[in-house]
């Protein structure tokens, strides 16, 4: 009985103005529109609705059986099981449309995401790449540089040794590498 009263308040802190309807435009609220919370509670409550029909229904069947009713009483009672299950098959209609349709948004929000997340990996890639360009672009001009400043050295050392009288040693010719 709790989840019943659960219900209730539901309908009387929401307004009992009919599901999904929006209280400023006076229409229905699309299933985007609608909290995800409020139409979980909306499949909550129609369940627990349809449960206490069916009590109700296996309360008028066993009414029905351990009284004694008169052909009036009886022709009603079968009205309202006809009554009864019509609206239980209304009620669990509502429910698949609903359960389809929140099933479909949440199709679309996962494909959503995997675009969005696909996008940002794409662009971090991208930028990853243009680093690495960067860095190797910095990397060979630095070894430009120490490359010609080596060499600027070995001319110094070279003409300061001729300077100083070590030019009638051997000279070893060593080749020169590319450390590129």
């Not at 098959?89 to 696909?118: C, D, F, G, P, W």
Request: glycine share 4%; with cysteine; net charge negative.
């Amino acid at each position: 009985m709790a989840s019943l009263t659960t219900c209730h308040s539901w309908r009387v802190t929401h307004g009992d103005r009919g599901e999904g309807q929006n209280p400023k435009a006076g229409g229905e609220l699309s299933l985007y529109e609608r909290p995800r919370v409020t139409s979980v509670q909306l499949l909550s409550c129609h369940t627990q609705h349809l449960r206490h029909s069916l009590a109700l229904q296996q309360g008028l069947v066993n009414m029905c059986e351990s009284l004694r009713l008169d052909e009036a009483q009886e022709a009603e009672c079968q009205a309202l099981r006809l009554q009864l299950q019509q609206e239980m098959e209304l009620l669990n209609a509502y429910q698949s449309k609903i359960k389809m349709q929140t099933e479909a948004q949440h199709e679309r929000e996962l494909q959503k995401l995997e675009q969005r997340v696909s996008l940002r990996r794409a662009h971090l890639e991208q930028k990853i790449e243009e680093e690495l360009a960067a860095l190797q672009k910095e990397r060979s001009e630095r070894i430009k540089i120490l490359l010609e400043r080596q060499e600027r050295e070995t001319e110094t050392f070279d003409m300061e040794s001729l300077r100083m009288g070590f030019g009638n040693l051997v000279t070893l010719d060593f080749p020169k590498e590319d450390y590129r």
